[in-house]
């Protein structure tokens, strides 16, 4: 047995890719040993292993997107020997990061405030921004060991307070949110091997209105109708969908530091990722009216759980971040849709 932690989600012994046509298995000539999906993947990094799946398959995306009931992380112990040594990642980090020491804790903390159904998904974004801003702030004053006081923090009527305040303070605008978010779409779709499917783009623009000469109003008339429509089509039929996706994506992808910048950069990244699915996700839903598909949403999120993991995508994002990535209450009214209504407290 290895010393080294292992975190697994318990959802991904029990998978097995059935499509000979995943578009993450390369080709071959050897017919006689199909080759092996890999997307079950290993990490290692900073004497971690983690194990999870890539939702580049859509196989992956079935498995991961419709499960019923919660999430299970576990930490055991990993036999020697089952890291397989062609399917391991090991990234490099271009200088040590003091948010590395704490990573268990971070990283078990961020998972349950982004399955706290005590808030709709939008506000635990919100909290986990702030959650993530005062740890970095707590490492950074050598308080690291300490994390833990900040969540214990937020139980506190002061707390829920001010952070019911701070919600009523974001301002949300359809139209601000659609430019900043299209933005990045085009400029994604315009890069060589780009992720997106062309139909991808083509719907979203068709159903926001965004296709032809922008006519203001009618991008403003049709925004609430496609939000109505990912309401009956998606999030109605498939309650946990878009709560899987955010577990899985930051378990898998973006933490921890995946991408170069710190936990806040790696956070927006995360955010307006998330963002763009649930665009693309929304065109979807209003173009073809009526119930999605598990294969239908598989085929979307399989491209769209890409977009951290191509050059040119992530590039387009962190284009568009980087002028307001300092400014976290303007990057607030862009991004989320926030209906505030304070929850009973739990007894």
């Known amino acids: 047995m290895t010393e080294h932690l292992c975190v697994a989600p318990r959802y991904v012994p029990s998978f097995i890719c059935p499509e000979s046509t995943c578009p993450l298995v390369p080709t071959t000539t050897n017919h006689a040993l199909p080759p092996r999906c890999p997307a079950l993947r290993d990490l290692h990094i900073s004497g971690i292993f983690e194990r999870s799946l890539l939702l580049a398959c859509p196989a992956a995306c ?41 990573i268990l804790d971070l990283q078990r903390t ?114 609430p109708v496609c939000r109505r429509s990912l309401e009956s089509y998606v999030t109605i039929p498939f309650p946990q969908l878009f709560e899987n996706f955010l577990l899985h994506q930051w378990f898998t992808e973006l933490y921890p530091c995946a991408v170069h910048g710190g936990l806040i950069h790696n956070y927006w990244v995360f955010v307006i990722t998330a963002k763009l699915y649930e665009l693309l996700l929304t065109g979807l839903a209003a173009i073809e009216r009526q119930i999605l598909t598990g294969h239908q949403i598989a085929a979307l999120t399989s491209r769209g759980a890409r977009l951290p993991q191509s050059p040119a995508a992530l590039q387009s994002i962190e284009k568009a971040l980087a002028p307001h990535e300092e400014d976290s209450l303007w990057m607030f009214n862009v991004l989320f849709h926030v209906q505030e209504k304070t929850p009973e407290r739990q007894s």
């Open 110 to 223: 961020c998972m349950k405030i982004l399955s706290n159904r005590r808030y709709p998904l939008d506000v635990r974004l919100i909290l986990l921004g702030i959650y993530l801003e005062d740890a970095v702030d707590f490492i950074e004053q050598g308080q690291g060991y300490e994390l833990g006081k900040i969540i214990k923090s937020y139980d506190s009527p002061m707390f829920e307070a001010r952070f019911h305040e701070a919600l009523r303070n974001v301002k949300f605008e359809p139209l601000q949110h659609l430019n900043f978010l299209w933005g990045i779409v085009r400029d994604i779709a315009s890069a060589p091997h780009s992720p997106l499917a062309r139909e991808d783009v083509s719907r979203a623009a068709r159903a926001f209105h965004l296709d032809g000469t922008p006519d203001l109003q009618h991008i403003a008339r049709a925004f």
């Open 62 to 102: 079935g498995h991961v997107l419709f499960q019923t009931g919660a999430f299970h992380f576990q930490t055991t112990k990993l036999p020697a020997g089952r890291l397989r040594a062609a399917n391991q990642q090991v990234p490099t980090l271009g200088e040590p990061l003091p948010e590395l020491s704490y």
